[in-house]
């Protein structure tokens, strides 16, 4: 096992009814910004118990938060948090909401252009507002983390940045919150957590056991509940709160502590979201199948042990097993609605040209556990995935 720090301060909050807790979770001084995307926190009542337990607290609200939330947006609230003097932020949806409050967290004491906070991958944030979380989408795991992605239109640019400051105090995980999801948006979830798993698990071996063993858990656990959450005709709170635990565990620190992680998938991916406006589990479920075949070399012992432990996979010579767990894969991503091919989306060598120039210019030239994924290797996988 390699050496590694691990420290998570966020304070979760899980179960049905949670919201209320806000009248202790926030503190009783703060005048508070709360954040949402377009309408959904309004349209499923989430926002109205949010300001109830907010209490006689100042508050205001800021929406229009867009998935992939845009660099453009978040200015005009780190403007309304300077003029006005918010204290507190309070992000209520999904990734893309709790990407923004991140960003805006940290720029409103930033000096200087905003932008460099994502030019410096975030290692120049020295403080940020304090704020808390009410998840309404399980996938990105961004509740209980440090890291958050924001794109820029007019360069189509899609960064991530990361800083110890960026913790949420707390989050609020409700299960039943999850209810009003379309189905698109539940597969969304389940496949960007298997694949969260998938960068930090299918690299090569350190003598890790335990976070394999934790890896290994969640993708079986999503592996289970993906379908039956598809097929549900009524939710199950169970299967609900499995994905909601599944999505914060796969992406809070825990399973990467002390192994090697990969991350080229998502790089790629966020190339093609920036371009193309494609959801970003979407883009994972079509470079993941290509990425994996593409370096099963470098990651044949985890691959294998991936297609026994994960797929239950026995039968069959060693280069078999892989292609069969590979196979697997692609069709669970399939199974749940996700296309594995960039044609599903009309896309073809120009888009793949496009997408080697914006990583280049990213330096997105050296991705991957062993910093193996140059520009030239991206191009092979996005071709496998034509
Ligand atoms: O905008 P509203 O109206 O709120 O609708 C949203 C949005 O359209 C809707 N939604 C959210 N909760 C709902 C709901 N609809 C009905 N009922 C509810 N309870 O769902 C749509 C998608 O929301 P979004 O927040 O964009 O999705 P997600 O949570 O998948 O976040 C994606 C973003 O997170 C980034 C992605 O790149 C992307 O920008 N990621 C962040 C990470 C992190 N911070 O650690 C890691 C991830 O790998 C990922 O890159
Ligand atoms: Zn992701």
Do not use: C
């Amino acid at each position: 096992m390699n050496n590694f720090d691990f420290h998570n301060p966020t304070h979760i909050v899980f179960g049905k009814d949670r919201i209320f807790d806000l009248s202790s979770l926030v503190p009783a001084a703060a005048k508070v910004l709360i954040l949402v995307g377009g309408a959904s926190a309004e349209k499923t009542g989430t926002l109205a118990e949010v300001r109830q337990a907010l209490g006689a607290r100042a508050h205001r609200t800021f929406s229009g938060i867009e998935p992939n939330p845009s660099f453009e947006t978040a200015r005009k609230a780190i403007e309304m948090v300077r003029e006005e003097g918010f204290d507190f932020l309070l992000a209520v949806g999904g990734g893309s909401v709790i990407d923004a409050t991140k960003f805006i967290a940290a720029a409103v004491p930033f000096e200087g252009d905003a932008w460099d906070i994502l030019l410096k991958r975030g290692s120049n944030i020295t403080q940020a507002v304090s704020f808390g979380v009410v998840l309404t989408l399980p996938a990105t795991g961004s509740e209980m983390n440090n890291g958050a992605v924001i794109t820029r239109h007019d360069i189509g640019a899609k960064l991530p940045f990361r800083s110890r400051h960026l913790f949420p105090l707390f989050s609020i995980l409700d299960p039943t919150k999850t209810y009003t999801l379309p189905v698109s948006q539940l597969a969304n979830g389940v496949v960007d957590a298997f694949v969260h798993t998938i960068e930090q698990y299918l690299t090569y071996p350190v003598n890790a056991p335990l976070q394999d063993r934790f890896a290994e858990g969640l993708l079986q656990t999503l592996v289970d509940i993906g379908p039956r959450l598809l097929a549900a005709t009524e939710p199950n709170y169970d299967d609900r709160a499995s994905l909601m635990w599944a999505a914060t565990l796969a992406l809070n620190g825990l399973i990467g502590a002390g192994v090697p992680q990969d991350w080229a998938t998502h790089m790629i991916g966020h190339e093609l979201t920036a371009q193309y406006n494609i959801d970003h589990a979407r883009t994972l479920a079509i470079v993941l199948p290509a990425m994996l075949q593409e370096r099963r070399v470098q990651k044949h012992d985890k691959l294998l042990q991936y297609s026994q432990r994960v797929w239950g996979i026995h039968e069959g010579s060693e280069d078999q097993r892989i292609t069969a767990a590979i196979h697997a894969t692609r069709d669970f991503f399939e199974r749940l609605g996700l296309p594995t091919h960039l044609g599903a989306y009309d896309l073809g060598q120009e888009a793949i040209d496009l997408t080697i120039r914006q990583l280049e210019t990213h330096g997105m030239t050296r991705l991957g556990e062993h910093g193996e994924v140059t520009p030239a290797v991206s191009r092979r996988v996005l071709v496998a995935a034509l």
